[in-house]
């Protein structure tokens, strides 16, 4: 794979370029993370930028898809071709971006498309950066000059399944040297490694933990999430007890509303029970249905119903708002999307001197 450079520090910078003075690593390092490529970046002489392009850097918006709510969604091409997706969301009090940890997935749930196919492989930290950067420079931002306030690792991919290279892109997009998105800013969504949740806490880093949890039960967990034969509900709530502890963040619980499967009463009660005792809120999720799986939302009136069932038991929950419906919105169905669409295009496709 060709070197990225938003992959290193300003300190770093300096050796894998071998550039020099100091102040032309500093121009550099300044235009990759204003989302600039080499050749744009104009103080630094012909020559030099020119030596350089021989690296990548970041990733590149193919696509731009805008939603009638506001939110935009992005297909990114990488060097090395594979495709990826990320959707913007506007907030009153900032921006949002989602962003992807790895091309494919391997955790297999059922309500997302991002596992169709498998893990094709991981994103190096510079590329999950690289997203960042691409976005905010695509809406007016500059390193010195953030559109994205906030991120969110709740793209394609399990964050935890690339631990190094994830906890590499926050020590560098937190950097003072770059774009200094603080660790507080950003949200981890995770089916619930648990040991890489007790590495995350361990190392420091105090970033929200947003768990997938989608079911109260370890059977009705491993219907539609196959990482729950591994890791059960008991031992996710002791490792997230012990992330609170360690960080003092509120635990975030992620639960997809899945029609007759996982929002009846019993559900509501064993829900109290799951986050009882330490700091914590379920997120609620209409299910944005993935048409090569095989579950079904439950109405409007089931959410609000179940979700009054929580309230009643004092459990902190609200109905996740949806961004992107109407641009693929949910984890991997741009992305999907469009690889059933070269697919199709491949099959159709003849070559000029083929028999009619």
Do not use: W
Request: charged share 25%; with cysteine.
């Amino acid at each position: 794979m060709i070197v990225n450079l938003l992959d290193y520090t300003l300190d770093e910078l300096a050796e894998v370029t071998g550039l020099s003075p100091s102040f032309r690593v500093k121009q550099l390092y300044h235009g990759i993370h204003s989302g600039l490529k080499v050749s744009e970046i104009s103080v630094l002489p012909l020559e030099t930028r020119a030596r350089l392009e021989q690296f990548a850097v970041g990733v590149e918006i193919q696509k731009a898809f805008k939603s009638a709510d506001g939110s935009e969604k992005y297909l990114y091409q990488l060097s090395d071709g594979n495709i990826i997706e990320g959707v913007f969301m506007p907030h009153a009090y900032g921006n949002t971006l989602c962003v992807s940890t790895q091309v494919g997935c391997r955790m297999g749930c059922a309500f997302c498309a991002s596992g169709i196919g498998g893990l094709v492989r991981n994103l190096t930290a510079g590329e999950i950066l690289g997203q960042v950067l691409a976005v905010n420079r695509y809406k007016g931002g500059s390193k010195d000059k953030r559109e994205i306030t906030n991120i969110v690792l709740m793209g394609s991919g399990e964050p935890l399944d690339n631990y190094d290279n994830v906890t590499r892109f926050f020590r560098l997009v937190s950097s003072p040297n770059g774009i200094n998105i603080s660790l507080r800013n950003i949200s981890l969504s995770t089916c619930g490694i648990t040991e890489n949740i007790y590495r995350l806490a361990d190392e420091g880093y105090g970033v929200t933990l947003s768990v997938s949890l989608h079911a109260t039960t370890d059977e009705a967990r491993q219907e539609v999430m196959p990482i729950a034969k591994k890791y059960t509900i008991a031992q996710i709530i002791e490792a997230v007890k012990y992330y609170f502890g360690k960080t003092g963040r509120r635990i975030i619980y992620e639960y997809s509303m899945i029609k007759g499967k996982n929002i009846d009463y019993f559900d509501a009660v064993r829900l109290e029970q799951i986050t009882k005792g330490y700091p914590s809120h379920v997120n609620l999720i209409m299910l944005n249905p993935v048409k090569e799986k095989n579950l079904t939302a439950c109405t409007a009136k089931d959410a609000e119903r179940f979700l009054q069932r929580l309230k009643d038991r004092k459990v902190s929950a609200t109905i996740r708002r949806s961004f992107g419906n109407d641009v693929g919105g949910a984890c991997g169905q741009l992305r999907r999307s469009h690889l059933n669409d070269e697919n199709k295009a491949k099959r159709v496709t003849k070559p000029a001197n083929a028999k009619k």
